[in-house]
């Protein structure tokens, strides 16, 4: 299929489709193109409930197209640092949007920072991003991470579902849970390579980590975990000689102007 048919395909199915609906977004996309990212999210009514951005690191000589839902898209393109940013304004608040990434090379994309927290995001899906390493995306309800197994930061304030899985990303070393209101228990034993947790300000009760753990920092402030994951964080913090502190902050800000990452 061409170019156009995506287009079309846009410009007529923008909005109230449910995320089941990939299945037949796939039927449209040209042969050579890979579907990376799909984001189900609803525009809200205030003043910047219609405003959405990614900052986004790219390969040298690669680029991927950002549809915004809406019969509208913006290209990426990697600057001299391979950063590059999209950004949007939603026409009609208050509807629902499915914004989808697409390249012709799926190793397109290193690193991605969200600027969707002024609307009510669903469901973020990274469906093909091999060469992924760090994303950043709060306020969300639901993950699926499966498209990323070489993701190794991963920064998800305000996380709003009761369960995470995120036993596929072996190579995680660093792993932000801040201010996470429902969930109850995560689990970390295959995360063996995990240096850095964040669990400050959320209402997590349990935590399972390997015995071979390589955790180096830890942040629990305010997080009241229960005796049994208490005792076992602090015997690996023992065994480590963990650094405990108050507070891990943002790996990336992402903000109405575009940062310099470098």
């Not at 990614?54 to 898209?73: C, E, I, N, P």
Request: glycine share 4%; hydrophobic share 35%; with cysteine.
């Amino acid at each position: 299929k061409s170019r156009n048919n995506i287009d079309l395909y846009h410009k007529t199915n923008h909005s109230g489709r449910n995320f089941a609906s990939n299945k037949i977004t796939t039927m449209f996309i040209n042969k050579q193109e890979h579907r990376l990212i799909h984001i189900s999210l609803r525009a809200l009514n205030w003043t910047e409930g219609d405003h959405v951005w990614f900052d986004a690191k790219l390969a040298q000589g690669t680029s991927t197209d950002v549809y915004w839902g809406d019969g509208q898209r913006s290209t990426l393109r990697p600057g001299l640092n391979g950063w590059a940013r999209a950004e949007h304004y939603y026409k009609f608040k208050d509807q629902q949007y499915q914004i989808e990434f697409l390249s012709d090379n799926p190793s397109c994309l290193l690193e991605l920072v969200d600027g969707t927290w002024e609307t009510e995001v669903e469901h973020v899906f990274i469906e093909n991003c091999p060469t992924l390493t760090i994303l950043q995306y709060h306020g969300v309800e639901k993950f699926d991470l499966t498209g990323c197994p070489n993701l190794e930061v991963f920064d998800c304030e305000s996380f709003r579902d009761t369960s995470l899985d995120l036993s596929e990303l072996s190579d995680l070393k660093c792993l932000r849970l801040h201010s996470l209101e429902n969930l109850d228990a995560i689990n970390l034993n295959k995360n063996h390579d995990l240096e850095v947790l964040d669990l400050g300000f959320s209402k997590i009760r349990k935590v399972a980590i390997p015995n071979n753990s390589k955790l180096e920092q830890l942040s629990w402030d305010e997080t009241r975990l229960d005796k049994h994951s208490r005792n076992w964080l602090l015997k690996v913090i023992e065994k480590n000689d963990v650094e405990i502190v108050d507070y891990i902050s943002n790996l990336r800000m992402s903000i109405g102007v575009m940062q310099d990452y470098r």
